[in-house]
């Protein structure tokens, strides 16, 4: 059982629609991550939340934009995505950010995502 | 040339085989070293750390290799269950922060 929850599991949405991905962890962890997975293919970086600050953001688009309410959750609030942003998108969290950490990472399930 | 680099494979081996990957990484200041697995539509899930001194965990052996910039996985007496792709992860410091970079994979099947 993964210690990182996402919600919804499965998500189909019209090019118009607002939705939210959510992802929830109490591990105590201080850095959370959202990446974007096509198949066959290994997750890309999107944001990350040091300390409920938006630390990194790996240039993505405005129709995706996350939000960190506290430090155990995670959102991502999605508006006027195309079908080539339909993928996988995982959670993840970490004990810290630091520079010099060497923690790994804890993966949610991941929100199946499908642009119509 | 990526900063980390994995063969895809696939690899096909028979039940009770050993195999071993290799995952190479081109930037000397790399810190941090993990082996993930991820199954067919399911998330990464960690397998291992990577020590300097290389570590054990069953029938999984890692190691870590500074001088040539490689890490590899070793994984002993191949159970049907080992079917997945095999993901290293590489940290290094970056800007105040850990950058994450994720090798494309190797895809290993394991066949009755």
């Known amino acids: 059982d993964t210690e990182v929850t996402q919600t919804p599991k499965h998500l189909v949405m019209g090019m118009t629609n607002k939705k939210s991905l959510k992802c929830e962890q109490h591990?105590?962890?201080?850095?959370m991550y959202w990446y974007k997975q096509k198949a066959k293919k290994p997750p890309e970086l999107m944001f990350v939340?040091?300390?409920?600050?938006?630390?990194i953001n790996e240039s993505v688009p405005s129709r995706f934009s996350p939000e960190c309410p506290n430090s155990s959750l995670l959102n991502l609030h999605l508006h006027a995505l195309q079908p080539e942003d339909s993928a996988l998108y995982l959670c993840a969290s970490s004990q810290v950010l630091r520079e010099w950490s060497n923690q790994p990472q804890h993966f949610g399930d991941g929100t199946r995502l499908s642009i119509l | 040339r990526k900063e980390v680099e994995q063969d895809p494979g696939p690899f096909n081996v028979p039940e009770g085989a050993t195999v071993a990957f290799n995952c190479t990484y081109s930037?000397?200041?790399?810190?941090?070293f993990f082996w993930y697995r991820q199954d067919c539509r399911k998330e990464p899930k960690l397998l291992m750390s990577?020590?300097?001194s290389g570590n054990e965990d069953g029938r999984f052996t890692a190691q870590l290799n500074r001088a040539s910039q490689y890490i590899s996985l070793l994984i002993r007496d191949s159970k049907l269950s080992d079917s997945a792709t095999y993901l290293c992860?590489?940290?290094?410091?970056?800007?105040?922060?850990?950058?994450?970079?994720f090798g494309t994979g190797t895809k290993l099947q394991v066949i009755p």
């Open positions: 990577v020590y300097s």
């Open positions: 930037n000397s200041a790399s810190q941090s």
């Open positions: 992860v590489v940290n290094r410091p970056s800007g105040g922060y850990q950058k994450v970079t």
């Open positions: 591990m105590g962890h201080r850095a």
């Open positions: 939340y040091s300390y409920e600050k938006l630390s």
